[in-house]
């Protein structure tokens, strides 16, 4: 088995609110986010019933045990605030309540918990990554280096810094935790997988890119609202432009504007380009494999309006091809027994028996600390993109077949890597299979993740004070 890992790929982290909510105290979305909802309206006997805690009411003290740990009024008083701020961002404010505040303080309990595994487990998120996620917050704030981002927060508020960044890996290592969890518990077998490759919804697995053009005709108000004659007049524009949309080498752009006519709220949408059948919503994905090219579906009624779809053209493709290479490798690891300085002596003294006409194979198995392919001459067998650590796959797209790279380093030690071989492999079938796992994954991990966050609560020692 390989020792390397693959490589990890984050999202940016997008300060919408600014850089001083980010480092409030939040309810991270990797362990419970309390989800923004529409206020609702209270009975004064309800809002009599409970004492909000807000920073004028409230002096600091312990609001809830978690096990042999406190939560205390002013985590909760700033992780509402901030549930409020999300919420008035997504143009949905929320009333400082009595479901808000049990509410918030139910994930913050979560986050306790997950925390205290944390600690017992011993997960540690990897340094890179956090800087990675440091430096994407960096960029979309306008700043071109971590160092200028941790300047501007500690100026506005000495510490801000070193707040954001305990916060990330906090919210790091619960994202890992959620995932091993969550993996040991969701079983998906070569017989579910056949399954789903057998059912419709395995469509929207294939390569084929599909050109699309999507209309949608917008409600003049929510659905719920709309009389009868409004309906009937959003689906009458609807199929005007259905109509429009089933001339040959129709101009989109002219069908829309001639089918908007009187209606008072603009047509949205239009060509929207080639897109595989995954990369696209499973509502329109499900239509568009239906379709011939040419072909313009019936309008279909969804609660924001009627969309109108038409396939424009699609390209066949029934293969996925990679590049692949054939590497060895030699590694010196760094550990306790071992320096940085001496082994990457180690390796410059194999680098040089090397070009003294060494065989790379020999050297592997007699001095390579990597139990995994030492024994096989450093052979990692054939490697794909992405299969391997950044700084290994960049050497070896970058050494010639049949040439051997200088010395390099990495988080596991000193390397000496050998392309013996490249290829274009086709991993079609194996593509539909991971493809379908991950789908099958993504339906049943949210339950799986309930029932979990569930069991690590009915075994802790919970006391709400407040």
């Known amino acids: 088995m390989r020792f390397f890992s693959l490589r990890h ?34 009975t004064a006997a309800e809002q009599n019933s409970v004492t909000r805690l807000t920073p004028a009411n409230s ?53 306790e918990l997950q925390l205290s595994l944390v600690k017992r487990v011993g997960l540690n998120p990897d340094e890179a990554a956090i800087n990675q996620r440091l430096g994407q917050i960096a960029q979309t704030e306008g700043l071109n280096s971590i160092g200028a981002l941790q300047q501007r927060l500690d100026s506005a508020q000495p510490g801000s810094y070193a707040t954001l960044r305990a916060q990330l890996i906090e919210d790091a290592a619960i994202q890992a935790l959620q995932q091993r969890q969550i993996t040991n518990r969701v079983r998906i077998s070569e017989q579910d997988i056949d399954a789903f490759l057998a059912s419709p919804e395995a469509k929207r697995l294939n390569q084929s890119e599909y050109q699309t053009v999507h209309v949608r005709v917008p409600y003049i108000d929510d659905y719920s609202r709309l009389s009868e004659a409004q309906r009937d007049e959003a689906l009458q524009v609807a199929q005007k432009l259905r109509t429009r949309l089933l001339a040959p080498n129709v101009d989109v752009a002219e069908a829309i504007a001639a089918s908007q006519g009187s209606y008072p709220i603009p047509l949205q949408g239009g060509d929207m380009g080639f897109h595989k059948a995954a990369a696209l919503p499973t509502e329109l994905s499900s239509e568009i494999t239906k379709l011939e090219v040419g072909a313009v579906s019936a309008p279909l009624v969804t609660p924001e309006g009627i969309d109108i779809i038409k396939l424009a053209n699609k390209k066949s493709s029934d293969t996925t091809l990679v590049p692949q290479w054939n590497t060895r490798h030699i590694l010196v690891k760094v550990d306790e027994l071992q320096t940085d300085a001496l082994a990457e002596q180690k390796i410059n003294d194999l680098y040089n028996q090397l070009r003294s006409g060494a065989d790379f194979a020999s050297l592997a198995s007699t001095y390579s600390d990597d139990p995994g392919s030492a024994g096989r001459g450093g052979d990692l067998d054939w490697v794909g993109e992405e299969q391997m650590i950044g700084p290994f796959e960049a050497m070896m797209k970058n050494t010639a077949v049949g040439d051997y790279s200088a010395p390099f380093k990495t988080q596991f030690g000193w390397h000496i890597l050998k392309v013996e071989g490249k290829r274009q492999q086709d991993v079609s079938d194996e593509y539909r299979r991971n493809m379908a796992r991950q789908a099958l994954y993504q339906r049943l991990a949210p339950q799986a993740k309930e029932d979990w966050l569930q069991e690590l609560r009915s075994g802790a020692y919970i006391q709400v004070l407040g």
């Open 59 to 111: 002096t600091d003290g312990i609001i809830a045990l978690v096990n042999e740990n406190a939560i205390l009024k002013s985590d909760l008083i700033a992780a509402i605030a901030q549930t409020q701020a999300r919420a008035k961002a997504a143009g949905e404010p929320i009333a400082n309540s009595a479901q808000l505040q049990s509410e918030v303080l139910n994930a913050l309990i979560l986050r």
């Open 9 to 42: 790929t984050s999202k940016a982290v997008v300060l919408s609110m600014g850089l001083t909510t980010a480092i409030a105290l939040s309810v991270s979305a990797q362990a419970a986010t309390v989800k923004p909802a529409k206020a609702q309206a209270t």
